[in-house]
């Protein structure tokens, strides 16, 4: 009996594990995005820094850990056996779920999992044990602790409001005070800032981080928290001197100081406020057990009230934790693609938007432009020109390549760490494990409205990426309190067998995960993104439209043969992923149609014939994706209906062009990457044996259908099929012939 109990000992031990590496990957956002958005420092500082935080962060941690022991049931109505259930079906649904939610690049609550997965699988074995006994399920109220449990869960909710609201309250107030040259304000408005805003996170790192790291002097955190407001002011006081003197006489860059404070508090905070997340479960079932073997009384009678009182906190565990979490942090890919996705919902200027607009997000955009012009209506036309004024963009940034700008600048990431660590730092001290993503992210969001981060061109996609991920935070929370308690009743009915079954599934689920992450971030390798132009004269416009040029064609043979493939063999799968593959290519040309504004303002004034050129190759571009996009979607439609399928001919025929066409597209795209400009003249000699072939097949497609075809729906596929790829042809070639001619003449 005792061996079951070792192996989910130590089955924990290895979850705790994986669940601090995917756990990390997910929150490293939280952190991070300020201080990669606002590229205030290099990434390596930034890691050093945040590696550094979390350290400290994840030896002050141990008061948390009573949340994952009694802040959401009540140890005292459970035996030993069923405590173990609880916490096997929590730490398995909490790593798939947070894997998941990182292999999407979607930032979750790790916090929000756990209390979930908590609340479902006590829930789940509570009403096993109701059940058995016979009693009434309102009995429930005896074994989870709903007052506590209903104020984790409420100040979780609640910190979404607060959060959004405080930063873009203060972001607003800030930069009407500071605008976007906030580097030509004068010194004591810098100091003052700075002072400010040190103070706010010193007050975290002192009085909340440092309290239980037995780094501090005996009673000084006794003395401060006493005397707060003295304690807030004398370090205002000293702040805002010490800012002064660092900007004016060191000529140090005072934001930049702010931001990797801040950079260093956050991680602090998300270790020592998150830690509980990922091993707090793990050591409350060591602790558990540890008492149990001592005890000589079975699993199913003995009590879990040992879990009622506190136990202290091992540093060496901590200190293992903290160095795992240090390790993710510093080898995640998936951690940088959670951050990507948080810092362009944030970035001031016109990114790759990468969620779809929805009819919420219309609505609301549509209703908060109401709501200002009505504002704008009752304010006096001074004040509207003092906040407009305070808007406009930096000039120093107009100076800099578009490629090369931060997301946002470094008194937006400044208010971002301030607000977050402030708001976090009294959750801490209240033992709240509120969620750090929760607050972070909103008070990113708070202060990108407050910024006009989203404006016309981009709030309606901004908002709806906004809704995705507040979305999934409910999702997360359904799923993980369903989820872990479908897992317990499995636990209880399959006994130990379902236990050892149910690891070694989620073990293998994280291993498939991350083969098919590393697939698929090879594959995106492999097939870079079209790149937008920003060369401001004809040369530079030429050459970067090669790249394009080689990029498309190279994507447009794949298509083509792949559907071909699929629709010989009737693979529906194969199809799909070729239909996908054109849309993905079609979102790219029309994010580069958007960029022509832009392009078109940034040409010289002697290069106006390039945004000519320019365009034309983006129109030929568009027509090759509608060709390809015409037969991917109609040999997928064909397939997926099941009509009959081609017939050896039409294959062999289609097989015979494909062969040609993937001859001559991958000497265009050979000749567009070698820039050899003057192979082009020969592919263009080339088009009359293109055109003669297709128009050969469809000569014996009418014969055919004359003598022996006796499907509509297959020749009329067919019929499409060879048309498209002649259109396609066409397209290539007018392409090649617009960029030989201007070629020739530059």
Known sequence: MENIYIFMIAALAILAIADLVVGVSNDAVNFLNSAIGSKAVSFRTIMIVASIGIAFGALSSSGMMEVARKGIFDPNQFYFNEIMIIFMAVMITDIILLDIFNSLGMPTSTTVSIVFELLGAAVAI????????????????????????????????????????????????????????????????VALFGGLSITGIAYFIIIKGLKGADILPAGFSAWASENLLAFLALNTLIWTLISFLVHSIFKINVYRLIIILGTFALAMAFAGNDLVNFIGVPMAAYNGFSDWVTSGIIPQEYCMEVLDSKVPTQRGLLFIAGLVMVLTLWFSKKARRVVKTSVDLSRQDEVKERFRPNWLSQNLVRSVIVINASINKILPQSIKNTINNSFIDSESAATIPKSELPAFDMVRASVNLIIASVLISIATGLKLPLSTTYVTFMVAMGTSLADRAWGAESAVYRVAGVLNVIGGWFLTALSAFTAASILAYIMHLGGNYAVIGLFFLAILMLIRNYLSSKKKNKEAKIEEDLRKAESQTISGIIEESADNIAKTVSRANKIYTSTLKGLAKGKVGSLKKSRAGVEKLNDEIDELRGNIFYFIKNLEETSVRGSNFYIQILGYLEDITQSLEYIAKASYKHVNNNHKPLRFNQIRDLQEINQKLDEFLTATQAAFNDRNYAQIGELLGQKEELYNSVTDKIQKQVARTRSEESSPKNTTLYFGLLLETKDLIEEIMNLLDLYHNEHQDS
């Open 126 to 189: 509570s009403l096993v044990k109701i059940a058995k006994e016979g009693d009434a399920y309102t009995t429930i109220i005896h074994y989870i602790n709903t007052e506590q449990a209903v104020k984790i869960i409420s100040g979780i909710l609640l910190s979404v409001f607060i959060a959004f609201t405080i930063g873009a309250l203060v972001q607003f107030i800030t930069r009407v005070l500071l605008t976007f040259n906030f580097d030509k304000k004068p010194g004591w408005a």
